[in-house]
């Protein structure tokens, strides 16, 4: 395995003392407009359990929550948001998340299913001078650590092939969204939702390359 180097890049707007933790971490975005961004519960318990044992991370036991309403979101390299529903973002909140991203932090949205309507605007207000791209299968995000021929398909939800897209900031990726797929159903518990144990796998390294990407290129 490879030995994993993690370089946090904290903007002005960051606490002056950092958590002491070592531990690796990331935080679930909790936001406004009804969607429920609670979901998943079990997802990133597992994908946490499956860095350690894939990788040399040392990973935290679940993952915290954070509003964008306060500062912290930059303790954390990698920042998630799921759910089905509406998701919005005040002009302070786009403003906040902006600013984490393009000082060096990640976003992976994950459509759990009926939020691609609202995301897509939401975003847009972040990033109101870039495009969504749907990423090739030759991205580095797909051959961090297992080598996928791109997105896997683990849940049918919008019909179709999965997609894959992202948002670049000054030629870095700095937002990942994955839909028409639902990678966190796949990490969920085995009983949750009765995937067979290849989509969960094909899930798990999905989310191990993402998570693997995001710590190791910065492209």
């Given at each position: 395995?490879?030995?994993?180097?993690?370089?946090?890049?904290?903007?002005?707007?960051?606490f002056?003392?950092?958590?002491?933790?070592?531990?690796?971490?990331?935080?679930?975005?909790?936001?406004?407009g009804?969607?429920?961004?609670?979901?998943?519960?079990?997802?990133?318990?597992?994908?946490?359990?499956?860095?350690?044992?894939?990788?040399?991370?040392?990973?935290?036991?679940?993952?915290?929550?954070?509003?964008?309403?306060?500062?912290?979101?930059?303790?954390?390299?990698?920042?998630?948001l799921?759910?089905?529903?509406?998701?919005?973002?005040?002009?302070?909140?786009a403003?906040?998340?902006?600013?984490?991203?393009?000082?060096?932090?990640f976003?992976?949205v994950?459509?759990?299913?009926?939020?691609?309507?609202?995301?897509?605007?939401?975003?847009?207000?972040?990033?109101?001078?870039?495009?969504?791209?749907?990423?090739?299968?030759?991205?580095?995000?797909?051959?961090?650590?297992?080598?996928?021929?791109?997105?896997?398909?683990?849940?049918?939800?919008?019909?179709?092939?999965?997609?894959a897209?992202?948002?670049?900031?000054?030629?870095?990726?700095?937002?990942?969204?994955?839909?028409?797929?639902?990678?966190?159903?796949?990490?969920?518990?085995?009983?949750?939702?009765?995937?067979?144990?290849?989509?969960?796998?094909?899930?798990?390294q999905?989310?191990?390359?993402?998570?693997?990407?995001?710590?190791?290129?910065?492209?």
């Amino acid at each position: 395995m490879r030995t994993l180097v993690l370089l946090l890049l904290v903007p002005a707007l960051a606490f002056a003392e950092l958590p002491t933790d070592p531990k690796f971490q990331t935080a679930r975005i909790r936001y406004s407009g009804g969607g429920d961004w609670y979901g998943d519960e079990t997802s990133w318990i597992n994908l946490y359990a499956g860095l350690t044992e894939r990788t040399t991370l040392t990973t935290a036991k679940k993952e915290a929550t954070v509003s964008l309403r306060s500062n912290d979101i930059f303790y954390y390299p990698l920042v998630t948001l799921t759910g089905h529903g509406t998701v919005t973002f005040s002009d302070d909140e786009a403003a906040r998340l902006r600013q984490y991203l393009i000082g060096g932090g990640f976003l992976w949205v994950d459509d759990d299913f009926g939020m691609d309507e609202s995301i897509r605007p939401a975003l847009k207000k972040v990033f109101p001078e870039a495009q969504l791209v749907e990423l090739p299968p030759d991205h580095p995000v797909f051959h961090s650590l297992y080598d996928l021929p791109g997105i896997p398909k683990v849940h049918e939800h919008a019909g179709g092939a999965p997609k894959a897209y992202g948002i670049y900031h000054q030629g870095r990726l700095v937002c990942f969204y994955s839909y028409n797929t639902d990678i966190g159903d796949g990490l969920e518990d085995a009983d949750v939702h009765k995937d067979p144990p290849e989509k969960r796998e094909a899930a798990m390294q999905m989310a191990v390359n993402l998570v693997m990407y995001v710590l190791t290129s910065g492209k």
